[in-house]
């Protein structure tokens, strides 16, 4: 299923939710939705103290790639907000899915600025959607759900 929009990224979920699934990445779906949930939350609460240290400002068209085209792999997770993002090993399946689910709306429903992502420095609010969306095609592209 290939992710479009916000709510594609719900309706994959429910369908992992649904499904017999098997995690074919190194995480369970369980810890893939607790990482997809931090960074949600990260992106209308600040980052933890240091991780202003690493805002960049990418090239321009480096971010529209980013934020339009393809989340590549190579963006590793700053060391400075590794403890947010990087999931726990017992992660809970249904906890964590509550938890992104609630994120997501969470991110639909902010109104406010957003702080600049750690890499890519500044978002407008059509950026974040389009990281949101590639970043979650990403990780749940991981997660296959077996037909019946």
Do not use: C
């Not at 719900?10 to 699934?21: F, K, W």
């Not at 991110?107 to 949101?132: A, K, M, N, T, Y």
């Amino acid at each position: 299923m290939k992710l479009r929009t916000i709510a594609n990224i719900r309706e994959r979920v429910r369908l992992i939710e649904r499904g017999n699934h098997e995690t074919l990445g190194v995480w369970t779906a369980a810890q893939n939705f607790y990482h997809l949930a931090a960074a949600f939350e990260a992106t209308i609460e600040q980052w933890p103290a240091g991780s202003q240290a690493v805002t960049r400002k990418a090239p321009k068209p480096i971010r529209w790639f980013i934020t339009r085209v393809w989340f590549p792999p190579f963006i590793s997770i700053p060391e400075s907000i590794r403890a947010r993002l990087e999931p726990p090993t017992d992660a809970d399946f249904a906890t964590q899915k509550v938890r992104l689910l609630e994120n997501i709306d969470r991110f639909q429903d902010f109104e406010g600025e957003h702080p600049p992502h750690p890499v890519l420095g500044p978002l407008s609010r059509d950026q974040w959607i389009g990281f949101h969306v590639r970043h979650s095609q990403r990780h749940l592209s991981f997660i296959a759900v077996k037909s019946s």
